[in-house]
């Protein structure tokens, strides 16, 4: 985030009486201002300066929002009563329906390549488990302040699409009808409810998957040599709007309960990943059979960032990444600088260069991205018996008020203490020069 010192606000004195001079001052304050702000901050000023300027109006330019009051009578495969959005039903030509969709709705074609549509859900009933309806409230708002601030949209599902895909089977419906209901987006991000984004200002490099159409995160040795169903875990992953996607949600729904094959492959997965017919199972078990065909390769195991990260690992972490980006705050004056929070995006940008040396991952001081807190089960409260209840209620507050603190700080204020999470101070100027 962008700050300047306190000197650099300060305006020179000019007596106005003196009126020859005041050109030649104007001049000088603009050379003083210019060597204040490259003296405190590192940042290579070409990158500052070589980003594109917003154009001043563009008032003689369409609207380039959505138009959202728009839908011409032209058919499109809403119109076709064959078509579904139940997973039981296939779809065909995905592509070019969706394709014809985005050429009737012009106002979305910009940047649909790209576009992101966050779905996470839970139970359609109250928690059990102490505080687990406030946890999951939390970790909700989380995600809605995520997508606050990078433009995305949203969908919180709390009911069973197909009662004949309990637990986490139930994000294969949701996801497929998610597709369905968004044609717009050329991305759909799953999101498990137990998983805290940690980093609001990291932003997914989709560019990097250009060839890719799922991708999670793992350890692909894991997977692909000693088939371990731990390999990888499903609880984030990213799944590109296309035809493949669709035909990979009906390979995967057919190794689960819904499907008259489901006692064939728990044979299968049993004698192949040593562990039961789980969604988790059944997906590594796609990723390791098809890894060598020519749809296999679509598929990415990624180990270069947190898509998701195990809390355990993470959580006695966050007080000295907090100490760590503040140690580079204080000396890149640019990172301290107030600002609206709708332009976040840019100082996560300019934060960057300092962050070429911070690794990521376990060691790393990079904050991680997506935290997850598998096996605490905050709604029922039945958490893993390796840990205690205790441990998973602090680890989630550290988590929560952790990122809580960067969406705080566009309001100036902040979590002194990760384990606090009602108690917040104001923040002075320029903090923490």
């Not at 300060?10 to 009126?19: C, E, F, G, L, V």
């Not at 687990?132 to 601030?149: A, P, W």
Request: aromatic letters at 14%.
């Amino acid at each position: 985030m962008t700050g300047f010192s306190h000197t650099s606000w300060r305006k020179p004195s000019i007596r106005t009486h003196d009126r020859p001079t005041i050109f030649l001052a104007g001049v000088v304050f603009g050379s003083l201002l210019l060597w204040a702000f490259f003296s405190v901050s590192t940042i290579d000023p070409i990158f500052i300066f070589s980003r594109p300027m917003p154009e001043s109006c563009q008032c003689d330019k369409p609207d380039p929002a959505f138009n959202l009051q728009s839908d011409p009578p032209a058919s499109t495969f809403y119109d076709d009563p064959n078509f579904g959005y139940t997973i039981d039903e296939s779809i065909k030509n995905w592509d070019q329906k969706r394709q014809v969709w985005l050429e009737l709705h012009p106002s979305f074609k910009p940047k649909s390549h790209d576009r992101v549509f966050i779905i996470t859900g839970s139970q359609s009933t109250p928690c059990t488990g102490p505080s687990g309806d406030h946890i999951l409230l939390r970790t909700y708002r989380n995600k809605v302040d995520y997508c606050r601030i990078h433009g995305y949209d949203i969908f919180y599902n709390n009911v069973k699409l197909d009662p004949n895909m309990p637990g986490g089977w139930g994000k294969l419906p949701a996801v497929r009808a998610t597709m369905v209901a968004h044609p717009e987006a050329e991305w759909i991000w799953w999101l498990d409810e137990d998983t805290v984004i940690t980093d609001m200002e990291y932003k997914i490099p989709f560019l990097q998957y250009e060839g890719y159409n799922f991708v999670l995160h793992g350890w692909p040795i894991e997977v692909y040599e000693k088939k371990s169903w731990l390999g990888l875990n499903d609880g984030s992953f990213l799944i590109r709007n296309c035809q493949w996607s669709l035909d990979l949600l009906d390979m995967w729904a057919d190794m689960g309960p819904r499907s008259p094959n489901f006692d064939k492959w728990t044979k299968i997965l049993l004698d192949e990943f040593k562990h039961g017919p789980t969604d988790q199972t059944a997906l590594a078990y796609l990723i390791w059979k098809k890894q060598s065909d020519s749809f296999g390769k679509k598929m990415l195991i990624e180990t270069r960032y947190y898509l998701e990260g195990y809390w355990t690992g993470i959580v006695d972490t966050l007080k000295n990444i907090t100490e760590r980006y503040l140690e580079v705050e204080t000396r890149e004056g640019m990172l301290r600088r107030r600002h609206a929070e709708k332009v976040s995006e840019t100082y996560g940008l300019l934060r960057e260069p300092s962050l070429k040396d911070a690794g990521n991952e376990f060691g790393s001081w990079r904050r991680p991205f997506v935290t997850h807190f598998a096996g605490c089960q905050p709604c029922s409260g039945k958490h893993n018996p390796v840990f205690t209840g205790e441990s998973c209620r602090n680890g989630m507050d550290k988590a929560l008020n952790f990122a809580d603190n960067q969406v705080l700080r566009n309001y100036g204020f902040v979590h002194r203490n990760l384990l606090d999470s009602s108690v917040v101070s104001s923040l002075p100027f320029d903090h923490p020069a």
